[in-house]
C-alpha cells in the first residue's frame, strides 16, 4: 500500500507532467502510444478470425485480444512503479507520456488558424485530422462546431481521464487507461468489422471513463456558465450515443452558451444526433473559447492535487 509520503508526491507530479506536456508536446519519435497500435494491429490480425465466425465467438476473440494486450502492459508498469524516489519519477513519466493536451489544442489551432484565413480546404483536412465524420463538404460553421466537440470530448480522453487514472491507481493505472482507451479509437466502432470484435475495447472504455467523464464535465461547468451546462448535463447528456461523450459534449456546450451536436455526416451516411447546449451556433471563435474552457479546467484540477499533495506531506 502506498505510504501518504508516496501519495503526495505522485500529486506533486501531476502538475509537473502537464507542464512538461505543455512545453515539449508529444514526443515526435518513438511515441508508445505509436509502437502500442503497431502491436494492436498484430493482435487484431492474430485473434481476429475467419469470415465465417459467429457473432459469439468474434466477440470472444475480441476479449482475448484486449486481455493479451493490457493484462501484461498492466503487469509490467505495476513492476516499474515500485516504491520511492525512482517509482515516482517511471509513474511521473508515464503520466506525461499519457498526456495529449498540447497535441489537442495545436490539432484544434491548426482548424481555427485555416478559417481565419477563408482556407476551407485546409480546414478541412486539419478537422479531418481529430474527427471521423465526413468532412469534405463541411462549411465554415460545421467545421467550427466539429472542431469544439472534439476539444470538448478529448478534453476527457487526452487529459482529465489520464489525470484521474494517475490519481486512482498511479502508473499501472494509467497505462490501462490510456491503452484501452487506444483500442477503443482503434476497434470501438460499430460498423461490421468491429461490431462484435471491438465489443470488449469500447465497453472498457466506457467503465473506464465513466466517472472521468462526470467529473470532466463538472470541470467545465464550474468553468463556464454553470447553470446552463449542469441544465444541459441533465436534459440532454443522457441521449447521446455515448454515456460519457454525452455528460462532458452537453456541459461543455451550456458552459460555452452554444449549440452543438445535431445532423452529421459519417461513412456517407447522414447519422440524426440530438443537440446540445442552448444558443447561437458555434462559430470560428468558439474553437479558442473552448481551448480556453479545458485549460481553465486543467488549472482547477492542478490546484486540487497541489492542495492533496499538501495536505498529505
Not at 116 to 127: E, M, P
Not at 133 to 140: H, I, K, Q, S, Y
Not at 225 to 231: M, S, V
Not at 253 to 259: E, F, K, Q, S
Request: proline fraction near 4%.
Amino acid at each position: 500500500m502506498e505510504s501518504s509520503t508516496e501519495k503526495a508526491i505522485a500529486s506533486f507530479l501531476m502538475p509537473v507532467a502537464v507542464v512538461i506536456d505543455h512545453f515539449l508536446g508529444e514526443p515526435r519519435k518513438f511515441h508508445p502510444l505509436v509502437g502500442f497500435g503497431r502491436l494492436a494491429n498484430r493482435m487484431e490480425t492474430i485473434t481476429y478470425g475467419p469470415p465465417e465466425c459467429s457473432a459469439k465467438a468474434r466477440q470472444m476473440r475480441g476479449i482475448a485480444a484486449v486481455t493479451g494486450l493490457l493484462l501484461p502492459a498492466w503487469l509490467i508498469s505495476l513492476l516499474l512503479a515500485g516504491h520511492g524516489a525512482i517509482g515516482a519519477a517511471i509513474a511521473g513519466a508515464g503520466l506525461y507520456l499519457a498526456l495529449g493536451a498540447r497535441s489537442l489544442f495545436e490539432h484544434a489551432e491548426a482548424v481555427r488558424d485555416a478559417l481565419l484565413n477563408d482556407d476551407l480546404a485546409n480546414a478541412r483536412r486539419a478537422v479531418g485530422r481529430i474527427v471521423s465524420r465526413d468532412v469534405l463538404t463541411m462549411d465554415a460553421g460545421q467545421i467550427a462546431a466539429a472542431t469544439v466537440e472534439s476539444v470538448l470530448e478529448n478534453g476527457c480522453d487526452a487529459v482529465f481521464g489520464a489525470l484521474f487514472w494517475y490519481a486512482a491507481g498511479g502508473l499501472p493505472g494509467v497505462v490501462v487507461y490510456r491503452l484501452a482507451n487506444t483500442l477503443d479509437a482503434m476497434w470501438g466502432y460499430r460498423n461490421e468489422r468491429y461490431r462484435d470484435f471491438g465489443w470488449a475495447a469500447a465497453r472498457l472504455d466506457d467503465v473506464l471513463n465513466y466517472l472521468p467523464a462526470r467529473l470532466t464535465a463538472m470541470s467545465y461547468a464550474l468553468c463556464g456558465h454553470l447553470p446552463a451546462a449542469l441544465r444541459a448535463w441533465r436534459h440532454q447528456g443522457r441521449y447521446w450515443k455515448s454515456p460519457n461523450a454525452g455528460p462532458v459534449m452537453a456541459a461543455g456546450a451550456g458552459a460555452l452558451g452554444i449549440a452543438l451536436g445535431g445532423p452529421a455526416s459519417y461513412h456517407g451516411s447522414l447519422t440524426h444526433r440530438p443537440a446540445l447546449g442552448d444558443g447561437r451556433p458555434a462559430e470560428t471563435r468558439d474553437i479558442g473559447r473552448a481551448i480556453s474552457l479545458v485549460r481553465r479546467s486543467l488549472t482547477l484540477w492542478l490546484w486540487a492535487a497541489v492542495i492533496g499533495g499538501v495536505a498529505l506531506a
